[in-house]
C-alpha cells in the first residue's frame, strides 16, 4: 500500500464543472504537500503547494485536513485544457525528507 | 533558464549493457531526485540527494546507482540493464528539502 493514495479516475467532466480530488496519506509525519499535473507523455508540473490555512489559485483551491489525513484539490469551471492526470505528492520525514507521489487521478473535461 | 535538463530523451539497451542516465539543473537548488515511472504506479523514488555531497535510497533502489558530481548534475547509472528497468525516468530538483520540485523531460528507457 502506497503512503499517498489517489483515486485513479477517470473523472470525465462537461466544461464549466467543479471537480474535486482527494489524496489520502498514511504518514501522520507527512509534512508539506503538493498537487502536480502532468500531461500524456510530459514531465509533472507544479500546479500548488498545500497549506493548512488551504491555497487558492485562480479556479484553483486545495486543502489540507490533518485530522483525516488527506489533502484535496478543488478545480472550478473546468476547461478543456485542464485535462491531464494530478499527482499528489507529500513529504515525511526520514532524516532527511522523503517525497512520496500518489498514483493520479485522470481528469478529462469534454466539451 | 533551462531549468532541469536530461540526456539523453530515449535509449534502448540490451540486456546486461550498462548506461548512465545524465541531468544537470541550473536553478542553483539544494537537492536532487532521479525517480521512474510506469504505468499504474506512479513516481517512485530511487535516489535522492539532499544536498551536494550526500545520496541516499529511496524507494526502489535495487539495480541502480547515483553521483551527485556537483551542485547542478546528478546522474543515475544502470550496471547491469533488466527488462524491469524499462520506463521512464525522472529527474527532479528542488531548493531544499522539502520545498517544490521540478522536473526535467524524462528519459524512455527500453530494456530488450
Known amino acids: 500500500r502506497k503512503e499517498v493514495e489517489q483515486d485513479p479516475g477517470p473523472f470525465n467532466v462537461p466544461e464549466g464543472a467543479t471537480v474535486a480530488f482527494n489524496c489520502t496519506y498514511s504518514n501522520s509525519a507527512s509534512q508539506s504537500f503538493f498537487w502536480y499535473r502532468q500531461d500524456c507523455r510530459k514531465e509533472p508540473k507544479l500546479l500548488m503547494s498545500v497549506y493548512s490555512s488551504g491555497n487558492e489559485d485562480g479556479r484553483f483551491t486545495a486543502q489540507l485536513n490533518r485530522a483525516s489525513q488527506y489533502i484535496s484539490l478543488l478545480i472550478r469551471d473546468s476547461k478543456l485544457s485542464d485535462s491531464a492526470t494530478y499527482l499528489c505528492a507529500g513529504w515525511a520525514s526520514g532524516g532527511s525528507y522523503i517525497p512520496t507521489f500518489g498514483r493520479g487521478t485522470s481528469l478529462i473535461v469534454h466539451p | 533558464n533551462a531549468g532541469v535538463t536530461q540526456t539523453p530523451k530515449f535509449q534502448v539497451l540490451k540486456t546486461g549493457q550498462s548506461m548512465t542516465l545524465q541531468c544537470a539543473q541550473d536553478?542553483?537548488?539544494?537537492?536532487m531526485y532521479w525517480y521512474r515511472q510506469d504505468p499504474g504506479m506512479g513516481l517512485r523514488l530511487i535516489y535522492y540527494?539532499?544536498?551536494?555531497?550526500?545520496?541516499d535510497k529511496g524507494e526502489v533502489p535495487n539495480g541502480y546507482n547515483v553521483s551527485r558530481l556537483n551542485k547542478r548534475e546528478f546522474s543515475l547509472r544502470l550496471e547491469s540493464a533488466a527488462p524491469s528497468q524499462t520506463s521512464v525516468y525522472f529527474c527532479?530538483?528542488?531548493?531544499?528539502?522539502?520545498?517544490?520540485?521540478?522536473f526535467g523531460p524524462g528519459t524512455r528507457l527500453t530494456v530488450t
Open positions: 536553478m542553483n537548488h539544494n537537492s
Open positions: 540527494s539532499a544536498s551536494e555531497g550526500t545520496t
Open positions: 527532479a530538483s528542488s531548493e531544499a528539502n522539502p520545498y517544490e520540485q521540478y
